[in-house]
């Protein structure tokens, strides 16, 4: 029964060496549960008897972490190894937290939120058994400090997704100096394990438990009865992790306490005790669901079969193929842009990208206008340049000042309709690679990283652009634009008409100076329509 054990731990392995669940074959496990600083590390390195995991305030445990004990009696000192780094073997323990710590960091980032990837360690020991031991995030209400505010959602559906995996065996901490009719870790345990067939109750730091007949009902399961049992442990306090007493001084100190203190109930308590129930529970747990597993791993074994014959033949030079993919996929993406994928059945992405030229993009710089109370604030800067004299001519400085100050305008609608075009050509990335890496996942899911962060890249440039472009705009009103000189006269002439006779000369200044406004904003718009596609593009 132990080698079927260390099997599903190669499942579990394979599982998460190519990414899929381990939810697919719902694998039997030991998934520990617990609020924040009620013991799950101690309860944990007790078991494993070393010093190895990530200790501080808050959320410590950020991944799930996977701990599969192999008993190996042919070694004289204890090792482990992480999957990611699986010729690597560790016989320094403190290095494992490091290790724990530097790979939580990548991919969590430093703040104190947390992911579903687990991290697998292998850890082989002479003197311990074989055992699959899931440690996840500490159950927490508030958010502190960089926690994110969902973070007790966050929590619950990862605790969630591990325990209801029906084949397994949920180990429930609960501290010995709180009640344990308010355990939130025997709450989540109920509701998805209504009858307890597969919870078992921990009480640690019972050494600070009153010694009276209510607790020892407690730890007899009187109090609150589980079918799997309630076994009591005591942690390592801070003053002996400080001071380095090791975890076999610990245990030793532990099976003395409960000799001389609870010695009616010593021998169902412990860590030793939970390290052999545990056994016991897995094993019966193991033996119970292996016919229904054997008959799900050979299903999915031919569906896997199927889809790997689906692929094509086995690749016999990786770089050649590799080289081969990248040139198909940078041609396949050029012609959806530039529409030379002949047998394309659909609409090709660019087809779609210009849609977003001409209804993003030309509609939201089309849709910039001179403001309705142009006229009046044509007059204020009038007044304004003029200071105190009446103004006898209308300076440049005028119309200057109301460009530069529509040019503004440009600038978020523009922007938008960039992202807009970034969104697409996004979307281009995903279709080209899920149809050129089909056979290579890990493959595709690298070149569309590479492919996001060069569109990324680029899009900031476009934006950079786009802005240094308005910019040179403002510093230079160029009103011997060509398309301004053609046009200058019609605008004057279209304001000399007879039935503007009446009006004053200031008046017949306004008018003129809107015109000119709304021929040079003509302009800007005409010449953004056509810089934006290519500054995307």
């Known amino acids: 029964m132990e080698n079927f054990l260390e099997i599903i731990n190669d499942l579990q392995d394979v599982f998460n060496t190519v990414g899929v669940s381990s939810d697919t074959l719902s694998l039997p496990q030991i998934v520990v549960v617990g609020s924040q600083s009620t013991g799950k590390s101690s309860v944990l390195e007790s078991i494993v008897r070393q010093d190895f995991l990530p200790r501080g305030s808050g959320i410590v445990t950020r991944r799930p972490l996977i701990i599969q004990l192999t008993q190996d009696i042919t070694i004289e000192t204890p090792k482990a190894s992480f999957l990611h780094e699986p010729d690597v073997w560790y016989t320094d323990f403190t290095e494992i937290s490091n290790e724990i710590i530097k790979n939580t960091d990548q991919v969590c980032g430093k703040n104190k939120g947390i992911s579903s990837d687990p991290i697998t360690i292998k850890v082989v020991d002479a003197h311990m058994p074989t055992l699959t031991l899931v440690d996840l995030p500490g159950i927490t209400k508030i958010p502190i400090g960089d926690q994110p505010e969902d973070i007790e959602e966050q929590t619950y559906s990862l605790i969630n997704r591990y325990i209801e995996n029906p084949n397994s065996i949920i180990l429930a901490i609960s501290p010995g100096n709180s009640d344990i009719a ?218 200057d000042n109301l460009a530069c100050e529509i040019l503004k305008e440009f600038r978020p609608p523009v922007k938008r309709a960039i992202k807009k075009g970034a969104e697409k050509l996004s979307d281009i990335i995903a279709s080209v690679g899920k149809d050129v890496f089909r056979k290579f996942p890990n493959l595709k899911k690298e070149v569309h990283q590479i492919a996001m962060n060069l569109l990324i890249k680029k899009q900031y440039e476009a934006d950079e652009f786009i802005d240094n472009y308005l910019k040179l705009e403002e510093c230079y009103i160029n009103t011997n634009h060509r398309l301004f000189t053609i046009n200058r006269s019609k605008v004057e002439e279209e304001n000399k008409d007879e039935d503007q006779e009446e009006l004053s000369f200031e008046e017949r200044n306004i008018r003129v100076i809107e015109g000119f406004l709304d021929l040079y904003i003509g302009i800007i718009k005409y010449q953004l329509m056509d810089i934006v596609p290519k500054a995307l593009i």
């Open 182 to 399: 308010n355990s939130e870790s025997l709450k989540l345990a109920r509701t998805v394990d209504p009858d307890g067939d597969r919870t078992i109750a921990v009480i640690t730091k019972v050494d600070l438990m009153e010694r009276t007949k209510e607790n020892l009902d407690v730890l007899q399961g009187k109090t609150l009865p589980i079918k799997l049992g309630i076994i009591g442990v005591i942690n390592r306090n801070q003053l002996q992790i400080e001071q380095e007493v090791t975890v076999e001084s610990c245990l030793e100190m532990e099976a003395h306490y409960f000799k001389n203190f609870y010695h009616s109930i010593a021998s169902e308590h412990g860590t030793q005790y939970l390290i052999q129930r545990l056994c016991t529970i897995l094993m019966g747990h193991v033996k119970n669901c292996l016919p229904d597993l054997i008959k799900r791993v050979t299903e999915e074994k031919i569906v896997q079969h199927e889809i790997l014959n689906s692929l094509g033949p086995k690749v016999d030079d990786p770089k050649l193929t590799l080289a081969e993919h990248i040139r198909i996929y940078v041609e396949w993406f050029k012609g959806e842009i530039y529409g030379t994928n002949r047998s394309c059945q659909r609409n090709t992405g660019g087809k779609e990208l210009r849609a977003v030229f001409e209804q993003e993009i030309e509609e939201a710089i089309d849709n910039i206008n001179l403001p309705d109370d142009i006229e009046s604030k044509i007059e204020v800067e009038i007044q304004n340049a003029s200071g105190s004299k009446p103004p006898l001519f209308t300076p440049n400085i005028v119309f």
